[in-house]
């Protein structure tokens, strides 16, 4: 994960100054590496809890009570008439 902090830190001085460079006023880069880093911050928060997610087990699901009318055997027929 630390390359990805690099590269955003690296994103969030070099975006002010090409802006900078391109005529955009010093409060207009400030503010698009305010903004930035925020995004950044936001995509490292979500990062780490999809990390912590991914390496939690996940949970048994226990077959017990299907409820009402889950016990009868897959083909078998319910009700009706029978002939033989």
């Known amino acids: ?37 925020a995004v950044t ?7 780490r809890q999809s990390e912590r997610c991914a390496a939690r087990p996940a949970p048994v699901r226990s077959s017990g009570h299907r409820g009402r009318r889950g016990g009868t055997a897959p083909g078998a027929r319910k009700g009706g008439r029978r002939t033989g």
Do not use: N
């Open 1 to 37: 994960m630390s390359d990805v902090v690099r590269w955003a830190a690296f994103s969030c001085v070099l975006v002010p100054v090409v802006l900078v460079g391109y005529g955009i006023s010093l409060a207009g880069a400030a503010g698009a590496a305010l903004g930035l880093a």
């Open 41 to 47: 911050a936001a995509c490292r928060v979500l990062l």
